[in-house]
T-cell receptor
Framework: ETGVTQSPTHLIKTRGQQVTLRCSSQ?????VSWYQQALGQGPQFIFQ???????GRGNFPPRFSGLQFPNYSSELNVNALELDDSALYLC????????????FGPGTRLTVL | QKEVEQDPGPLSVPEGAIVSLNCTYSNSAFQYFMWYRQYSRKGPELLMYTYSSGNKEDGRFTAQVDKSSKYISLFIRDSQPSDSATYLC???????????FGTGTRLTVIP
């Protein structure tokens, strides 16, 4: 069974740029969530996708957007990057309906200069 | 007030000690409670999962949930240096959806 994978591992951008992060769900999982983890903090929920539709969102502005593809892989897009967007971005997946918890990928570390 | 509060530590213990990690929460709608372990620069790894109140044991790890007090705990017996990591509590209202995390407690087990 393949776990959750994310790419790239590390990324450096400058303020105002746009970034796309990618995630491949664990085999058999059709729901994906994205989290932002600032240094020294717990992960914070950004949004969740099921059947290619966003079906839950945390307290993040619209410049954070996402996509889910028919193969359940996913992208997180962030526009107009700000310094505070520097964080570890985590993708998690689970099968909808009856899942008890989520399974996380290794994360993408984004640094905004 | 944050929905989930967790003492960030850091916590240092000698090898073999019993470790107690705790979280409190304010939302009585939380029904699902988890503990994740996170090594430096890695994603969280699920350790324990509990539904509603009660205890659950898995090897050296025991999770306790007291919904009346809105308090959850993770106990680690016979702690090992390999247990050195950040421990995150997480909880949700509806199973796997939208997890709320604590800030994490950084644990170091000294050989």
């Amino acid at each position: 069974e393949t776990g959750v994978t994310q790419s790239p591992t590390h990324l450096i951008k400058t303020r105002g740029q746009q970034v796309t992060l990618r995630c491949s769900s664990q085999s058999g999982h059709n729901t994906v969530s994205w989290y932002q983890q600032a240094l020294g903090q717990g992960p914070q929920f950004i949004f969740q996708y099921y059947r290619e539709e966003e079906n839950g969102r945390g307290n993040f502005p619209p410049r954070f957007s996402g996509l889910q593809f028919p193969n359940y892989s996913s992208e997180l897009n962030v526009n107009a990057l700000e310094l505070d967007d520097s964080a570890l971005y985590l993708c998690a997946s689970f099968p909808a309906g009856g899942a008890d918890t989520q399974y996380f990928g290794p994360g993408t570390r984004l640094t905004v200069l | 007030q944050k929905e989930v509060e967790q003492d960030p530590g850091p916590l240092s213990v000698p090898e073999g000690a019993i470790v107690s990690l705790n979280c409190t929460y304010s939302n009585s709608a939380f029904q699902y409670f988890m503990w994740y372990r996170q090594y430096s620069r890695k994603g969280p790894e699920l350790l324990m999962y509990t539904y509603s109140s009660g205890n659950k044991e898995d090897g050296r790890f025991t999770a306790q949930v007291d919904k009346s007090s809105k308090y959850i705990s993770l106990f680690i017996r016979d702690s090992q240096p390999s247990d050195s990591a950040t421990y995150l509590c997480a909880m949700s209202r509806t199973g796997a959806n939208n997890l709320f995390f604590g800030t994490g407690t950084r644990l170091t087990v000294i050989p």
